[in-house]
Structures are given as C-alpha cells and as structure tokens.
C-alpha cells in the first residue's frame, strides 16, 4: 500500500460527538500536533460507522476487530486516551513494532487501569497525575509530562466593549461568577450553590457544563438562590474568551483534577479565578498572585469569602488579573504541540516489548481474558474467586 507521510491511530476516551457536542472546535490540532502526521484515525467502539472530520478518518470499530484494524491501516504510532477502557484496548490489542502511547488526564486511582504500564510511553498531564502513575507502578523513565493546551490567539483578554455588553445584556445588573465545568460532584456545584446564598443578592452565576442540572436546580430552589442561577450546556470554544473576559469571578472550586484546563483558558483572558487550593491547580496558579486558592473548598463560607474578595478587593482583583495572563503563556498551544510530537518521535524510536516486560505484558493479558470471561460466568463465587486470584501480585 503506499504511503503518504505518518500515520497516527487515537483512541479517545469518548465519542467525538460528545466533543462536538461540548462546543470543541480545535479537536484537527489536538489530535495532529503541528500537522506531524499525514493520516489520523480514530478507532473506537464509542463510534459508528465511519466518517471524516476534523482532518480524521473516524470509523466505529468493536474491540474484536480492533488489531485486525491496526494492521489494515499499518500505523506508525497508536494513542489511547484516559488511562483506563482506551488504555486496556491499545495495549491488550498492540502490535508488533508499533509504539503504543498512553495518556493519563485524571487524579483518581479508579481511573487508572492496569494497562497503562504496558504503554511505550506514558502522558500525565500534571505533575500529581505523575505521582500517581509512577506509584501504580509504571517506570519512571516511561512517564513524560505534557500539560493541555491554548490558543493564546484565542483566549486572551477581551475588551470589545459591544461584545461585553452583549453578554451583559442577557442578564439582570449584577455581579455574576462564571462556573465550567460538567455537572457531576467532581465540579463541586454544590458548594457554589451553598456559597451563593451566602452572598448578597447581586452576586448571581452562571454555570456552564454538559450533564444532568436537575439536583442542582433543586438544591437552589431549597436555597432561594434559584433566581440568581442560570445554566447554559456548552459555549462554543472560540466564544469562551468572551464569557472569562466578561465575569467578575470564574469560580470552580474543584474537588479533584488531573489538569483542568478551564483554569488555564481563563487565567489566559485575565479573569479573577477563585478555586481549589489542590493540585494540580496550585502546581500552575500561584496563592494570591494569579488566583484566590481555597483551602478549605468544600466550606461555603471559605468559598463565598474568597469570591467576595477577587470581587471587591479592586487591587487584589487586578493583581490576580496580571498573574493569571503570565501564568497561562507556557500553556500556548504551539510550545505543547511541538512538545507532544517530540514525544511521537521518541516513542518510534523504542524497541518492541522484550524480555521480563514481555512476559509481564503477556501475563496481564491473560489474566484480563480471565476477568473479562469470568464476569460472564454464575453463580458469584465463582466470580469473586477468581476476581481475587486477579488482584494478588
């Protein structure tokens, strides 16, 4: 077959339509830093049927014929994303001479399978995310750190006084804080809501994420804030700049990230952010210099306080303006690109699996054909036996 330039395969931890659906327009960049690779495929069971988009053959493909895929497309390079189901497929399904990469965006232990130390290469998007990977037992030398990206042409500060005004003028006069993020427990939504309430009554906010709103609507009824709450599912990304531009807090107190990108977005348009004091947030925003770090985050009253302060303290507010641009530039997308598909070039450099690790490798499949038939099988003892036979070292 012939070929034209490098091929990538990329496994994503969700459909692409979930991405579409979140207003993501940047997903040809993301997937091909700098342009590398003249062919992307993404192979998932998520999909159906195949299309082109975003510079990708996206073709729905089920885990059974996922190698006999790879060896249709003959790729250079295969990424499985999130470090858990993406992650078990790439590397239960690799092949010989093509190097398998890894990326690992998430702090939680339950998210990180097995698998990910059979990847040539590990991505962690944070340093805490690292820590974690390395102490589940991946080697050091595999692990490479590789934050998530900006367009800092994209997010900047804006200051088109009609286009403020036109977001201003959707809502009633007020102080509004902007909250991103998906409406799941991660986001910490509840303690926003608490906090609101204990504001005065101009602070209102505006809170942007897929996911079900229902309890939350509910718990701000309860609360008589319901009124000063308005949600929107996704905003188009190349509008987001507009939305941190025009709030007077982005306030997402987070109670876990493995990155969080939305604060490097509105630290890059100079918005005043008020979240956790936790990493890997405290890794890239500074206490007091380029964000109002919460320690006691789960506190509504901790987190009303802080909001009230980037809101009204105007030198402590313009302070945490300036810190926050200067600390968003080494997170501009063509520093990490360019440092993504070096990790590309080193990964097809490797040698294929050999030795001990082989043997490891071949030992974890086995044992993960076990789990996945024995998952199938009654009556439950026989499940939790050999579930428990799986765990021991």
Same mark, same amino acid.
């Given at each position: 077959?012939?070929?034209?330039?490098?091929?990538?395969?990329?496994?994503?931890?969700?459909?692409?339509?979930?991405?579409?659906?979140?207003?993501?327009?940047?997903?040809?960049?993301?997937?091909?830093?700098?342009?590398?690779?003249?062919?992307?495929?993404?192979?998932?069971?998520?999909?159906?049927?195949?299309?082109?988009?975003?510079?990708?053959?996206?073709?729905?493909?089920?885990?059974?014929?996922?190698?006999?895929?790879?060896?249709?497309?003959?790729?250079?390079?295969?990424?499985?994303?999130?470090?858990?189901?993406?992650?078990?497929?790439?590397?239960?399904?690799?092949?010989?001479?093509?190097?398998?990469?890894?990326?690992?965006?998430?702090?939680?232990?339950?998210?990180?399978?097995?698998?990910?130390?059979?990847?040539?290469?590990?991505?962690?998007?944070?340093?805490?995310?690292?820590?974690?990977?390395?102490?589940?037992?991946?080697?050091?030398?595999?692990?490479r750190l590789l934050p998530n990206r900006i367009d800092t042409e994209v997010f900047r500060p804006v200051t088109d006084g009609?286009?403020?005004?036109?977001?201003?003028?959707?809502?009633?006069?007020?102080?509004?804080?902007?909250?991103?993020?998906?409406?799941?427990?991660?986001?910490?939504?509840?303690?926003?809501?608490?906090?609101?309430?204990?504001?005065?009554?101009?602070?209102?906010?505006?809170?942007?994420?897929?996911?079900?709103?229902?309890?939350y609507v509910q718990l701000a009824e309860r609360l008589g804030v319901a009124a000063r709450c308005f949600w929107k599912d996704?905003?188009?990304?190349?509008?987001?700049?507009?939305?941190?531009?025009?709030?007077?807090?982005?306030?997402?107190?987070?109670?876990?990230?493995?990155?969080?990108?939305?604060?490097?977005?509105?630290?890059?348009?100079?918005?005043?952010?008020?979240?956790?004091?936790?990493?890997?947030?405290?890794?890239?925003? &500074?206490?007091?210099?380029? %964000?109002?770090?919460?320690?006691?985050?789960?506190?509504?009253? =901790? !987190?009303? /306080?802080?909001? *009230? $302060?980037?809101?009204?303290?105007?030198?402590?507010?313009?302070?945490?303006?300036?810190?926050?641009?200067?600390?968003?530039?080494?997170?501009?997308?063509?520093?990490?690109?360019?440092?993504?598909?070096?990790?590309?070039?080193?990964?097809?450099?490797?040698?294929?699996?050999?030795?001990?690790?082989?043997?490891?490798?071949?030992?974890?499949?086995?044992?993960? &054909?076990?789990?996945?038939? %024995?998952?199938?099988?009654?009556?439950?003892?026989?499940?939790? =036996? !050999?579930? /428990?036979?799986? *765990? $021991?070292?």
């Amino acid at each position: 077959m012939k070929r034209d330039g490098l091929r990538l395969v990329v496994v994503p931890s969700d459909p692409i339509a979930a991405y579409e659906a979140a207003g993501y327009d940047w997903l040809e960049r993301y997937y091909n830093p700098e342009g590398m690779f003249g062919e992307v495929f993404t192979l998932s069971p998520l999909e159906t049927g195949e299309r082109q988009a975003y510079g990708m053959t996206i073709r729905g493909v089920p885990e059974r014929g996922f190698a006999r895929a790879l060896r249709e497309i003959g790729p250079d390079v295969v990424r499985g994303y999130g470090g858990y189901w993406a992650a078990d497929l790439v590397c239960a399904q690799r092949l010989p001479h093509v190097p398998v990469v890894v990326s690992v965006h998430d702090t939680r232990p339950d998210l990180l399978f097995r698998s990910v130390p059979y990847a040539d290469r590990v991505i962690c998007m944070s340093q805490a995310v690292a820590d974690l990977v390395i102490g589940k037992g991946t080697a050091p030398e595999k692990v490479r750190l590789l934050p998530n990206r900006i367009d800092t042409e994209v997010f900047r500060p804006v200051t088109d006084g009609a286009a403020l005004g036109a977001i201003r003028g959707q809502f009633p006069p007020g102080k509004y804080l902007l909250h991103v993020g998906r409406k799941t427990e991660q986001k910490n939504l509840e303690t926003v809501l608490r906090a609101l309430a204990l504001l005065p009554g101009e602070y209102r906010c505006v809170f942007v994420g897929l996911g079900d709103k229902t309890p939350y609507v509910q718990l701000a009824e309860r609360l008589g804030v319901a009124a000063r709450c308005f949600w929107k599912d996704s905003i188009r990304n190349a509008e987001l700049a507009l939305w941190y531009s025009w709030c007077d807090c982005m306030c997402t107190p987070s109670l876990w990230e493995g990155f969080g990108i939305v604060f490097i977005e509105a630290a890059a348009c100079g918005a005043a952010i008020v979240t956790s004091d936790i990493a890997p947030m405290n890794e890239y925003l &500074t206490p007091d210099v380029s %964000a109002c770090l919460v320690k006691d985050f789960r506190d509504p009253q =901790a !987190v009303a /306080g802080a909001v *009230r $302060r980037a809101c009204e303290d105007a030198p402590y507010r313009e302070r945490l303006r300036r810190g926050a641009i200067e600390a968003a530039k080494p997170f501009d997308r063509r520093h990490v690109d360019a440092a993504e598909a070096a990790i590309y070039r080193e990964a097809m450099t490797l040698p294929p699996l050999g030795g001990a690790e082989a043997r490891q490798w071949q030992l974890w499949r086995a044992r993960r &054909t076990l789990w996945r038939a %024995a998952k199938r099988l009654t009556p439950a003892p026989i499940k939790r =036996a !050999v579930g /428990g036979l799986l *765990r $021991r070292k």
